[in-house]
């Protein structure tokens, strides 16, 4: 059984940006839905007991037609919203928000620096049509790229692109993510985003 995580700060900690009514309904509906239509799809195939989502999602190949699809769009969801929420913090005294400087190396190596990065994913965000994610990933051999995925899939699913790259950021840009404040203003809350980005969990992920 999979089951919903606990968001690491309160529902309300990342008030002005992520309002706590969305923040709340997004865990405790949103999130789990993909889990219980998760759960429910592996109901029947108790060989899949054991497989984390990871696991799940990084093999769809493996497994029988009939759950594919919902493990994919389910599974993703629950991936997904667990990885979002590790990746957000309450906003800091330090209200810049800045990378690390060696964070920001890497992005003047292959992004042309922090500030067009950041222009780059706004935008890569902005382009999602109907519902997706825009990330930052990494690939096997360090190098940062910026991407976006439809629905709830998630670039670790392909199985087939050169470098086998991963996310380390990602942004939610469900119309559910956001609507509630910023209805239909989501390069608002794409700039909202960058004030709570977790850039200590990030470079974990990277380094
Ligand atoms: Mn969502």
Redesign the pocket.
């Known amino acids: 059984m999979h089951t919903l995580p606990q968001l690491p700060y309160g529902y309300g900690d990342l008030e002005p940006y992520f309002d706590e009514a969305t923040m709340r309904l997004?865990h405790t509906k949103?999130?789990q839905t993909y889990i219980d239509k998760l759960n429910a799809a592996l109901e029947k195939y108790s060989e899949f007991t054991d497989w984390s989502v990871e696991k799940l999602i990084t093999n769809l190949g493996k497994l029988p037609e009939e759950i594919k699809n919902d493990v994919k769009n389910h599974g993703g969801g629950h991936y997904n919203?667990s990885f979002f929420w590790e990746i957000l913090k309450p906003v800091s005294q330090d209200k810049s928000n800045m990378p690390s400087s060696d964070m920001i190396k890497l992005f003047d190596r292959d992004l042309g620096g922090y500030e067009k990065f950041k222009e780059s994913f706004k935008n890569t965000a902005l382009r999602v049509f109907g519902s997706g994610w825009a990330w930052l990933t990494v690939d096997d051999k360090g190098k940062l790229f910026i991407a976006s995925s439809p629905n709830q899939d998630n670039p670790i699913m392909l199985n087939n692109i050169p470098g086998n790259p991963r996310p380390i950021l990602g942004l939610?840009v469900?119309e559910?993510?956001y609507y509630l404040k910023y209805q239909n203003r989501r390069p608002d809350y794409i700039e909202a985003f960058f004030h709570l980005v977790n850039w200590a969990q990030v470079e974990k992920l990277l380094f």
Do not use: G, R, V
Request: cysteine-free; charged content about 10%.
């Open positions: 997004h949103h999130h919203h939610d469900w559910h993510a």
